[in-house]
């Protein structure tokens, strides 16, 4: 039997992807000016792939109970994740399964990242331990 783990939804608007350019340092112009996104042939301004695995280490930390129940998390990028210029933004799900509970107590869990119904996230998975 697998556990399946509440659903997280994240907002992310442009404002978002500016406070992350100052907290990273990234200020590459794809996550930005949507000129230069399309030019490039991006289907528009779009998040940083950081930003997106932060937000599903955020839920990672939400199930685990705590940011330092965390042991292990690891993703690769699959898709961008375009956000319009709109109040709105555009939203990042987040789900998860419990593929297994070792004998020392620790869990090993499943994602799936989804924007627009397209999944962004790919080999996503977690090891927590359970407080």
Known sequence: MTDTLPTQTFTVTRADLIRYCGASGDFNTIHWSERIARDVGLPGVIAHGMYTMALAGRAVAVWAGAPDAV?????????????????????VVISGVVKEVTDDGLTKLELTATCNGEKVLSLARATIRKR
Do not use: A, S
């Open 71 to 91: 042991v292990e998390f690891g993703v690769r990028f699959t898709r961008p994740v375009p956000v319009p210029d709109t109040d709105e933004g555009t939203q």
